[in-house]
């Protein structure tokens, strides 16, 4: 073990003792999201590099501190991906940052989130134990899967040194269809397609326009086209599309108003809340702009089977996650006491309390 | 629910004693909520539930109970957490690691009644279902819509999804495809204070820890599921089979990392040693090459067109890694009888030996043949034989040593040379079960793999969620005590063990 994991562990230990928040950070593009972050900033910039990349195994274990465009880079050498696509927020995105939040981009729907994708990870915990979980192999029932639960703990539980990570072959063919219809009808036919073996990779409609994205090989690329019909979209504009989305740079995700994410069941109705909307993942998730009451929005949200998180801007002095029922959160409580007696280890930014 | 976490909890350090358990306050207790059919307390009634799957070991448990409702689960584990009785979950009883194993002073709650298919929602492309359900009945049902659950471990015919839950199951397709845990939206279950919680939800997350893989593979340690929600995926319009032979199982094993590294994920990527072949070829008759020192099973789904793009790209590698026979299934019947073998290849082994241990490890892949070379060793060493069937795709091994258990000493050297495996497994920077669980069968291996931060983490996570240390006692985590035991064993080290009387699983 390397010197800088043994100051880590140390420092971590004396903040235990005497019980001082320590905000774990990477290259601080997300600290918009979430709750308020709060502590002595404990940066993992510093500690990046690539401990393993065996292309062969689909797997590669990365420090913390590595930027995404790095580790992105080096799979695209090799003709491989992040296939959760997450979002690049800044050009300093931390592959540690990327776990933490656990958040993923267009492609979803389609191959699965973060979690779907860590194999392993070494942590150090809030008593500033390192500990280890999972590995490097794709499958692994030893033990509870700890590393999987990294995935959107926003570092609550530990500080993630580094992670395993399967990687998938970029898709051959790639193609982009477009479609004009109302929010219904894609919620419909989103659906329907889902059901269908076709090889739909990403989808995104707004203001009666939707977006289908294909990805596999060239033969099941050219025989879907055939099949769907729709409009062509150009390569050029069909990758900063996609892009745009994924790293909200597109216009939608400009301004001042809420963003909230909404988390729901593909088929779910159109929330017909006021406000801009895009629809992606085949109707699982929605993005709304909205300066509705956040009451109103989780209310409509939860009727329909999803929950809303406030993803940036708006009122952020309270919850930004949907609330949970007690004895689920219960749980969170007790988990979060199990890696972190102390609670010094990014304090109340996912729930008050965790 | 209990707030309080032991800073190290007891049960981790020792294992827990309950043998004060009362049986007839226990009945009288239950007989209050289930029916006077749905318990179980005569010994001859107990006697079907003393094993799962691994039946090596046999436990009377104290008491069995089937219940009908979620309702009388939330009643039965308000009893055994106000009684302070060990719980043991238990689906149809496959298992293959004994986590299902029944405890002497404990209930197990049979989930065998559970077994509705709640729902099937072919838009949303989803089914709700009890978790007695069988693996199987769930694509049977979606099957009219032209949908399937993925995951299909080779006992899908009886294994329950609760089962599955609790293992988090793989099967030959999760390369492609994924584990049972890719293929959930969201598990409800009863906690040991009777409080019922849903981990994930309809849609793709949920919000706070995401505690589905948390619970998915527990084996039953931190909950006792009652609903399943589960993914269906389209059913690809066609799938086609390559059987490579090879005269060399190193080439075998380079060959399944060409296809990899070519960019191609199969749907399933199978490979069994000249002596799992021959005892299959007997038993099935798949007409395998049978001087062929390996071969490998290498399936393409999908389009017709995609299909026959990915064949032609694995004929190529295959020919390149120097396979000496190729064939590619012309039909369906052909590509299920190249399927039957390998599906086969324990029943075969049961008919060659009167008993087999199956080995569950998973190595990078790269590290195949040096494993297969290892074993080899190992067979002369115990003077044991050994098949092989490989999940080769993802590097999961299930080498089938076969012993006679009638045979004094058999049953432990076949044990030893087990052990060997898994600790190998672990030192190629591999795990010691990819889809079995650990149960009770490799809870010595655990020791080998984590070390004691991890295993005391495991239990406060245990503890966040049963902090009596009720649910399924004694499995999948070793107790601190347990691992110091072994570690003296193994420094001892003169194989086989020092005390080959005790029984050791």
């Known amino acids: ?354 | 629910m209990t707030g309080e976490v032991f800073e190290a909890p007891a049960f981790g350090t020792a294992d827990a004693d309950f043998s004060r358990v009362d049986k007839a306050r226990l009945v009288n207790a239950l007989a209050r909520v289930v029916p006077a059919a749905s318990l179980l307390h005569d010994v001859e009634d107990l006697r079907p539930y003393e094993c799962d799957g691994m039946a090596a070991l046999r436990q009377v448990p104290m008491v069995v109970v089937l219940p009908e409702t979620e309702a009388q689960v939330v009643d039965i584990l308000k009893i055994c957490a106000a009684q302070g009785v060990p719980v043991v979950a238990r689906g149809a009883g496959t298992g293959l690691s004994g986590g299902a194993q029944p405890h002497r002073f404990g209930l197990v709650v049979s989930l065998a009644r559970l077994k509705k298919i709640v729902s099937i929602d072919a838009h949303a492309r989803r089914a709700v279902v009890q978790p007695g359900v069988r693996n199987l009945a769930i694509s049977e049902a979606a099957a009219p819509y032209g949908l399937y659950y993925a995951p299909d471990p080779s006992s899908q015919i009886a294994c329950t999804i609760g089962g599955n839950v609790a293992e988090n199951s793989g099967g030959v397709h999760c390369l492609k495809y994924g584990l049972t845990i890719h293929n959930l939206l969201k598990v409800r279950g009863v906690s040991i204070a009777g409080d019922i919680v849903e981990f994930g939800s309809l849609a793709l997350d949920a919000p706070g820890y995401d505690l589905l893989p948390l619970i998915t593979g527990s084996e039953g340690m931190l909950a006792v599921v009652t609903e399943v929600t589960v993914k269906l995926t389209p059913k690809p319009q066609l799938a086609q089979c390559v059987l490579a032979a090879f005269d060399d199982v190193v080439k075998a094993g380079d060959a399944v990392a060409a296809i990899i590294a070519a960019g191609i994920i199969p749907a399933g990527l199978e490979m069994m040693d000249q002596p799992a072949t021959a005892a299959v070829e007997e038993f099935v008759h798949a007409g395998y090459p049978l001087d062929a020192q390996a071969i490998l099973l290498c399936e393409s789904d999908g389009t017709p067109e995609e299909v026959a793009e990915e064949i032609a790209r694995v004929r190529a590698l295959l020919e390149a890694s120097g396979a000496t026979e190729i064939r590619v299934s012309r039909d369906e019947a052909e590509r299920l009888r190249f399927w039957a073998g390998r599906k086969a290849a324990f029943p075969a082994a049961g008919r060659i030996s009167p008993d087999y241990y199956c080995m569950d490890g998973t190595i990078p892949r790269k590290r195949l043949g040096e494993m297969l070379k290892a074993i080899q060793a190992m067979e002369q060493k115990y003077a044991m034989r050994c098949i092989n069937v490989f999940h080769a795709g993802d590097g999961n091994l299930h080498p089938l040593i076969l012993f006679d258990a009638n045979m004094p000493g058999e049953q432990h050297t076949a044990e030893a040379f087990g052990a060997e495996i898994l600790e190998l497994s672990v030192a190629l920077g591999g795990t010691i079960t990819g889809e079995h669980g650990v149960g009770i069968e490799k809870i010595n291996q655990m020791c080998s793999q984590f070390g004691t931060p991890e295993i005391k983490a495991f239990h406060r996570v245990k503890a966040a969620f049963d902090p009596d240390g009720l649910l399924n006692p004694g499995k999948a985590i070793p107790t601190l005590n347990r691992c110091a035991e072994y570690g003296r064993e193994r420094m001892g080290a003169s194989r086989p063990p020092a005390h080959p009387d005790l029984p050791r699983f």
Request: with cysteine.
């Open chain 1, 1 to 354: 073990m390397n010197d800088q994991i043994q100051n880590w562990a140390e420092r971590i230990r004396t903040a235990a003792a005497s019980g001082t928040a320590q905000c774990i950070r990477g290259g601080g593009s997300k600290d918009f999201y979430g709750r308020q972050p709060v502590g002595e900033i404990l940066a993992t910039t510093g500690y990046s590099g690539i401990v393993n990349y065996e292309p062969s195994e689909l797997v590669v274990t990365v420090r913390a501190g590595t930027r995404l465009a790095d580790l992105e880079a080096e799979l695209a050498g090799r003709k491989q991906m992040l296939a959760f696509e997450p979002p690049r927020f800044g050009v300093d995105s931390t592959v540690g940052g990327c776990v933490a939040a656990g958040l993923a981009g267009p492609r979803r729907a389609a191959v699965g989130g973060v979690r779907d994708f860590v194999l392993g990870a070494r942590i150090i915990d809030g008593r500033g134990e390192v500990l280890r979980f999972g590995g490097e192999v794709m499958k692994n029932v030893a033990g509870y899967d700890v590393s999987r639960v990294l995935a959107g703990s926003l570092g609550t539980l530990g500080l993630i040194v580094e992670v395993s990570l399967k990687v998938l072959p970029r898709p051959v063919a790639e193609a982009t269809l477009r479609f004009e219809m109302d929010e219904a009808a894609a919620l419909h036919q989103l659906n329907a397609w889902g059901g269908q073996p076709l090889p739909i990779s990403a989808s995104a409609w707004r203001g009666g326009v939707l977006d289908l994205r294909l990805s596999g090989a060239s033969a099941a690329v050219d025989a879907a086209i055939a099949r769907l019909g729709g409009e062509s979209v150009p390569a050029q504009v069909a990758e900063a599309l996609w892009a745009g989305l994924r790293d909200q740079r597109d216009v939608f995700f400009s301004g001042d108003d809420a963003l909230w994410r909404l988390s729901m069941p593909s088929d779910a109705l159109a929330v017909q809340l006021a406000g801009a909307q895009l629809v992606e993942w085949g109707g699982a998730q929605r993005w709304l702009r909205s300066t509705a009451p956040a009451g109103q929005i989780r209310a409509r949200v939860a009727e329909l089977g999803g929950h809303a998180v406030m993803f940036r801007h708006g009122d952020r002095s309270d919850e930004v996650f949907h609330p949970l029922p007690a004895p689920l959160m219960a749980l969170q409580r007790n988990l979060k006491k199990a890696f972190d007696p102390a609670g010094i280890l990014n304090p109340g930014r996912l729930y008050a309390g965790l």
